[in-house]
């Protein structure tokens, strides 16, 4: 499961009294119930337990639930469980937040308000929980509604630059989607968390995240990365690099990973390219700048020379072209991340990741302190199964997803 991103919020404006209606029909202030509250049927309940060892009380913890309940219509969660639609209007409602002079909606609700518990909407697409310490997350909504801005961690000025946050992601739909979650590091890491899935009806019992404190794995974040990925660390957060400008093309590390790119492009034209995984077999030589190749001896398709920037937002040349095309792109984004490209027999052996001088310092660093090993360090971290992912074998509903909040 990779990472999803939310709508741009540059979009044509809605017809002013249509925006005016659905404002006032938004407005109405949610209520505070005691413990959970009636989801209907295919709900299931999502319980936080706070696990900060007494820095955060219950009224300090901030949750902020949006997704798709109804395909390509955001809607954020109110504090009695029920969806509501995002509006913008809602930035000027009583009770919004407000930042640096600017207006946001209020679409968070703290542990304290709830119980500790919610109910799952029966579907929700892109679900996103967001979890925020000492001050709620700031949400700026499109104008027409149509989609909501995320937390910019290259821009030193967001809102949110100065608030302690992480988020869980999933995805279900009962009856027809199963559900699929995880929490993540492909952006940043904030404090630890742990997911326990649990489903009664197929013994379905995992848990995943990071359950070490939040001092632990910053001092040995710092101990144990390499030069170039130390300065992605600072007291709110750790960015990963594919979030950061010293990643990115004109950022001080933008050439991290153009060597070891460049030898593996230069073995391969010298050397036939075979990956052989899930019994799907992929063949070619690289001529050039682009490697083509074929898949189970159909083909011929394309691969493009990827750059270092590239490998560490696994985007650009590694996720275009057809699906044949972004399926070998994936591989090799993971390879490179993973310091493996140049044997392929290594891409699907766990024990030889990151062992490599060239490599993703921050991503390996994650797999140290995850449960089991496990951690989405960077968006194709589930290619071999490496990631935090938990996904169910049906589209029931989950017992209970149970988040921890660590310290």
């Given at each position: 499961?990779t990472?999803r991103?939310?709508?741009?919020?540059?979009?044509?404006v809605?017809?002013a009294?249509?925006?005016a209606?659905?404002?006032?029909?938004?407005?109405a202030?949610?209520?505070?119930?005691?413990?959970l509250?009636q989801?209907?049927?295919?709900?299931?309940?999502?319980?936080?337990r706070n696990?900060?060892?007494?820095?955060y009380?219950?009224a300090?913890?901030?949750i902020?639930?949006l997704?798709?309940?109804?395909?390509g219509?955001?809607?954020?969660?109110k504090?009695?469980?029920?969806?509501?639609?995002?509006n913008?209007l809602d930035?000027?409602?009583?009770?919004?937040?407000?930042k640096?002079g600017?207006?946001?909606?209020?679409?968070?609700?703290?542990?304290?308000?709830?119980?500790?518990?919610v109910?799952?909407?029966p579907?929700?697409?892109?679900g996103?929980?967001?979890?925020?310490?000492g001050?709620p997350?700031?949400f700026?909504v499109?104008?027409?509604?149509?989609?909501?801005g995320?937390p910019?961690?290259?821009?030193p000025h967001?809102?949110?630059?100065?608030?302690y946050?992480?988020w869980y992601e999933?995805?279900?739909?009962?009856g027809?989607?199963?559900f699929?979650?995880?929490?993540?590091?492909?952006?940043?890491?904030g404090f630890?968390?742990?997911?326990?899935?649990?489903q009664?009806s197929?013994?379905h019992?995992?848990?995943?995240g990071?359950?070490r404190?939040?001092?632990e794995v910053?001092?040995?974040y710092a101990?144990s990365?390499?030069?170039?990925?130390?300065p992605?660390q600072n007291?709110?957060?750790i960015?990963?690099?594919?979030?950061?400008e010293?990643?990115?093309?004109?950022?001080?590390q933008?050439n991290?990973?153009?060597a070891?790119?460049?030898?593996?492009?230069?073995?391969?034209?010298?050397?036939?390219?075979?990956?052989?995984?899930?019994?799907e077999t992929?063949s070619?030589?690289?001529?050039?700048s682009t490697?083509t190749?074929s898949k189970n001896?159909a083909?011929p398709?394309?691969?493009?020379?990827?750059?270092?920037?590239?490998?560490m937002a696994?985007a650009?040349?590694l996720?275009?072209?057809?699906?044949t095309?972004?399926q070998?792109g994936a591989?090799?984004c993971?390879?490179?991340?993973r310091g493996v490209?140049l044997?392929?027999g290594a891409?699907?052996?766990?024990?030889?990741y990151?062992?490599?001088?060239?490599?993703n310092d921050?991503?390996?660093?994650?797999?140290?302190?995850g449960?089991?090993?496990?951690?989405?360090?960077f968006?194709?971290?589930?290619?071999n199964?490496?990631?935090?992912?938990q996904i169910?074998?049906?589209?029931?509903?989950?017992t209970?997803?149970?988040?921890?909040?660590?310290?």
């Amino acid at each position: 499961m990779t990472t999803r991103r939310t709508l741009p919020l540059t979009v044509p404006v809605l017809l002013a009294a249509l925006i005016a209606l659905v404002a006032a029909l938004l407005w109405a202030p949610a209520r505070a119930v005691a413990g959970l509250a009636q989801g209907g049927p295919g709900s299931f309940p999502i319980t936080f337990r706070n696990d900060t060892r007494g820095a955060y009380t219950d009224a300090q913890v901030f949750i902020t639930v949006l997704g798709q309940v109804t395909p390509g219509q955001w809607s954020y969660m109110k504090p009695d469980g029920s969806m509501a639609h995002i509006n913008h209007l809602d930035a000027t409602a009583p009770g919004h937040l407000v930042k640096n002079g600017v207006a946001y909606p209020n679409m968070s609700f703290t542990l304290a308000r709830v119980g500790g518990t919610v109910p799952s909407p029966p579907s929700i697409r892109g679900g996103r929980i967001y979890v925020s310490l000492g001050s709620p997350v700031f949400f700026p909504v499109s104008p027409d509604d149509q989609g909501w801005g995320g937390p910019d961690l290259r821009n030193p000025h967001d809102p949110n630059s100065d608030v302690y946050l992480d988020w869980y992601e999933y995805t279900y739909v009962k009856g027809e989607v199963a559900f699929g979650g995880n929490t993540t590091q492909v952006d940043q890491f904030g404090f630890p968390m742990t997911s326990r899935l649990r489903q009664t009806s197929s013994g379905h019992d995992t848990t995943r995240g990071i359950s070490r404190t939040r001092a632990e794995v910053m001092q040995q974040y710092a101990a144990s990365v390499g030069s170039a990925f130390k300065p992605l660390q600072n007291a709110y957060r750790i960015v990963a690099p594919r979030s950061s400008e010293l990643f990115l093309a004109g950022g001080a590390q933008q050439n991290h990973l153009t060597a070891a790119i460049d030898r593996a492009w230069a073995f391969y034209t010298t050397h036939p390219f075979v990956l052989t995984r899930h019994g799907e077999t992929f063949s070619g030589r690289v001529s050039g700048s682009t490697l083509t190749f074929s898949k189970n001896g159909a083909g011929p398709f394309t691969l493009r020379k990827p750059t270092s920037p590239d490998v560490m937002a696994c985007a650009g040349a590694l996720a275009s072209g057809n699906d044949t095309e972004k399926q070998l792109g994936a591989e090799f984004c993971a390879a490179f991340n993973r310091g493996v490209a140049l044997d392929t027999g290594a891409w699907y052996t766990p024990a030889a990741y990151y062992g490599g001088a060239a490599k993703n310092d921050y991503a390996g660093y994650f797999h140290t302190v995850g449960l089991n090993g496990r951690a989405y360090g960077f968006p194709y971290d589930d290619v071999n199964d490496q990631s935090s992912v938990q996904i169910l074998g049906n589209a029931e509903p989950p017992t209970e997803l149970t988040l921890g909040i660590g310290w």
